[in-house]
C-alpha cells in the first residue's frame, strides 16, 4: 500500500529560525514529490516538485530534497516568517496505474515573532 | 487565486439531508478531483474525472457521487448525511492526470448537526 509519513507532526519555532520537515514514503513506482502549503481555511498550493532524477530545488527560501534511493525528502525553510506559519504537505505520485498521488497529513509549522 | 472555484464555502444541514457541492475548475484544466478533510487529517482523495468521464476512485462512501459536466464543472452529491461527514470538501483541478500540480479551491465547509 502506498504510504507518506511526514514528521513532526507539529513545530514551533521563533521568527528568523530556520527548520527541517521530513517525508518518507512507499509509494512506487515513484513519479514525482510536491510539497504543498496550506494556510488555514485554504486549499493547498504546490510550493516544489522533485522528479525521479533531482536532490535539491529551491523555490524562494523554500529547498526540497529527495533521496529516492532511501525514498525520503525534506523541506528546509530559511530564515522563517509569520506568513511561513502553515500546514506543509509532501505528496507523492506513483508512475502507472492511476496516477492518484498519495498525501501525507502535513506537519503544521507555527511560527512566533 | 487557484483559478478554482468552490461554492458554497460553508454549508449547515442536519443528519439525513442531501447536499451538493460544486466545483469550478481552472479554466483549460481537464480534470477534477475531490477530497476529504476533516479535523486534523490528511486530505483523503474521493474521486476523480477527467473530461467528463470518472477516472479513479478513492475511498468514496456509497451515500456520496460526483459528476462532471460537459462544461467542465463538477459536482459532489452527500446524501444520508451523518455526524461524521463534517469535514472540509476540496476540489482540485489540473491539466492532466500525469505530473500536473493539483490547483485547490479553498474548500466548503460542511457541518452536519
Known amino acids: 500500500k502506498n504510504q507518506v509519513e511526514q514528521s513532526p507532526q507539529s513545530l514551533i519555532i521563533l521568527e528568523g529560525k530556520n527548520c527541517t520537515l521530513q517525508c518518507n514514503y512507499t509509494v512506487s513506482p515513484f513519479s514525482n514529490l510536491r510539497w504543498y502549503k496550506q494556510d488555514t481555511g485554504r486549499g493547498p498550493v504546490s510550493l516544489t516538485i522533485?522528479?525521479?532524477?533531482?536532490n535539491t530545488k529551491s523555490n524562494g527560501r523554500y529547498t526540497a530534497t529527495l533521496d529516492a534511493d532511501t525514498k525520503q525528502s525534506s523541506l528546509h525553510i530559511t530564515a522563517s516568517q509569520l506568513s511561513d506559519s502553515a500546514s506543509y504537505i509532501c505528496v507523492v505520485s506513483p508512475l502507472g496505474g492511476s496516477y492518484i498521488p498519495t498525501f501525507g497529513r502535513g506537519t503544521s509549522l507555527i511560527v512566533h515573532p | 487565486d487557484s483559478g478554482v472555484t468552490q461554492t458554497p464555502k460553508h454549508l449547515i444541514t442536519a443528519t439525513g439531508q442531501r447536499v451538493t457541492l460544486r466545483c469550478s475548475p481552472r479554466?483549460?484544466?481537464?480534470?477534477v478531483y475531490w477530497y476529504q478533510q476533516s479535523l486534523d487529517q490528511g486530505l483523503q482523495f474521493l474521486i476523480q474525472y477527467y473530461n467528463g468521464e470518472e477516472r479513479a476512485k478513492g475511498n468514496i462512501l456509497e451515500r456520496f457521487s460526483a459528476q462532471q459536466f460537459p462544461d467542465l464543472h463538477s459536482e459532489l452529491n452527500l446524501s444520508s448525511l451523518e455526524l461524521g461527514d463534517s469535514a472540509l470538501y476540496f476540489c482540485?483541478?489540473?491539466?492532466?492526470?500525469?505530473?500536473?500540480?493539483?490547483?485547490f479551491g479553498n474548500g466548503t465547509r460542511l457541518t452536519v448537526t
Open positions: 479554466s483549460g484544466d481537464l480534470s
Open positions: 522533485m522528479t525521479f532524477s533531482e
Open positions: 482540485a483541478s489540473s491539466v492532466s492526470s500525469l505530473d500536473s500540480p493539483l490547483h
